[in-house]
């Protein structure tokens, strides 16, 4: 089954099964990425999700929002409906081929997304085309640890969690990040060295 289509039938139980990790850390990280947005700027938010970022979304940017996943999509759109006062475009748009100009935006953020989007160097790249010279982009993911004992539980759970959703928790992001050819200006490990805060700047 397509990772789309197992994120269409996710999205039913996705708010739900996040809770937990929402309230006690991803609330927290969520905050510091929207924090370093400046205001003014023209930022793509990619794998929008059920839209958790839309609260800590700055009044004062306009932000164009993309998921691959119509149920996903369906509830992001709801859920923007609570903030009129921020200046929001959601589309269905898979980050492998999307159809905006090239150097369309100053920023581009993605919290835990790169761990599903099938071919990541290749969305990468992509994100790489629509930042405009010197845009920046933050991303928010988790991935495989450079310690071997902390990979065991992971390589335990991931072919359920492959099967399940298509997410992976055991890609090397951060190299994929490198091969697509962003530099990274700064990284941050937020939960060991397996959830990482990188912002990176298209050179
Ligand atoms: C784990 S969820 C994260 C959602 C949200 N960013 C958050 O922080 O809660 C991953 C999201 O990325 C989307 N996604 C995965 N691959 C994609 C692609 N190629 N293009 C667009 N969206 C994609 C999925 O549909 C899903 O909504």
Do not use: A
């Given at each position: 089954m397509k990772t789309q289509v197992k994120y269409d039938i996710f999205s039913k139980f996705y708010?739900?099964?996040?809770?937990?990790?929402?309230?006690?850390?991803?609330?927290?990280?969520?905050?510091?990425?929207?924090?370093?947005?400046?205001?003014?700027?023209?930022?793509?938010?990619?794998?929008?999700?059920?839209?958790?970022?839309?609260?800590?979304?700055?009044?004062?940017?306009?932000?164009?929002?993309?998921?691959?996943?119509?149920?996903m999509l369906e509830r992001a759109i709801s859920r923007s409906t609570k903030y009129p006062d921020k200046k929001i475009k959601l589309m269905r748009m898979d980050v492998s081929n999307m159809s905006f100009p090239e150097s369309s935006f100053d920023f581009v953020i993605a919290t835990f997304v790169f761990c599903t989007v099938p071919d990541p160097v290749l969305g990468f790249k992509e994100t790489i085309r629509v930042l405009k010279p010197h845009g920046k982009a933050i991303f928010l993911e988790h991935m495989r640890s450079n310690k071997w004992i902390y990979n065991i539980p992971l390589y335990m759970i991931n072919p359920v969690i492959k099967t399940l959703t298509g997410t992976s928790v055991i890609r090397k992001t951060k190299e994929n990040i490198l091969n697509s050819g962003f530099k990274i200006l700064e990284e941050k490990n937020l939960f060991s060295d397996i959830v990482k805060l990188l912002i990176c700047e298209k050179i």
């Open positions: 708010d739900l099964v996040e809770e937990y990790m929402e309230e006690k850390s991803f609330s927290k990280w969520r905050k510091i990425v929207w924090e370093r947005v400046p205001p003014g700027s023209k930022v793509l938010e990619i794998g929008v999700g059920t839209g958790k970022n839309i609260p800590y979304y700055p009044n004062d940017v306009e932000i164009e929002g993309i998921d691959f996943s119509q149920g």
